[in-house]
């Protein structure tokens, strides 16, 4: 890390330790428990199972946010044991902690969790990442507070977590997407079965059929699936 960035992040830590209060400390035992593993994996599998399912397109939407979650678990475990930063020392740890410090795994899990949760609630896109951002600074915050992370380490897993949770927002939505286009390129005639059968349609109407347009019709209409073909 960058000797500057090091000592600005050990002096903002030292700011947080001072404000320890039995008070403080015990609020900040519960906050952090948003992100521990335990309460995160739930709460998105949850999240992924309530997710509104009004039609079929919408069940595609609900696997990305686990999905990110399991990915970007793997990736910040992975980075932190390549740059394997030390925690803060000993006698400031007011909990149990596991491996290096950078990026904060709590603060990570707390922000995709609640995108997971922000998400499957129909929150607006505005929503969808200042949410989980406020959840992850919370957490983060009590981590250092804990004195199981410097700032530094919060403010990755925040970047870690808002990634993820942009990913995951952009990986629904396209499966949506493309879901939906389908069902209305069926149901206007713009795919391949449809767009013969209209033309062929046409062709009769007018008294003149193609051949071509006769042959095509009659290897769509038994290639295509009977629930396509209605």
Known sequence: MIPAAGRLDRAAAAIIWRR?????????RLVGVLGDPAIAYPATIVACLLAPA???????????????????????????????????????????????SLPSRH???????????????????????????????????????????WPGDVLAGLGVGLAGCWA????????????????RSLASGRSGPCRVRALACRSRRAGSVSPVIESA??????????HVRA
Do not use: E, K, N
């Open 54 to 100: 009004g039609g079929r397109h919408s069940r595609h939407a609900r696997l990305p946010p686990l999905a990110v979650l399991m990915l970007a678990a793997a990736l910040r475990r992975i980075g932190c044991d390549l740059i394997a930063r030390p925690r803060p020392p000993q006698p400031v740890r007011l909990v149990t902690v596991d491996g290096h």
């Open 107 to 149: 603060t990570t899990l707390a922000v995709l969790a609640a995108g997971a949760v922000v998400r499957a609630a129909g929150t607006p896109a505005a929503g969808r990442l200042a949410v989980p951002a406020a959840v992850g600074a919370a957490v983060g915050t009590a981590r250092v507070l804990l004195g199981a992370h």
């Open 20 to 28: 320890r209060t039995p008070r403080t400390v015990a609020t900040a």
């Open 168 to 183: 995951a927002d952009r990986a629904a939505g396209r499966r949506v997407r493309q879901q939906v286009q389908h069902r």
């Open 217 to 226: 019709w009659r290897v769509c209409r038994t290639l295509t699936p009977r």
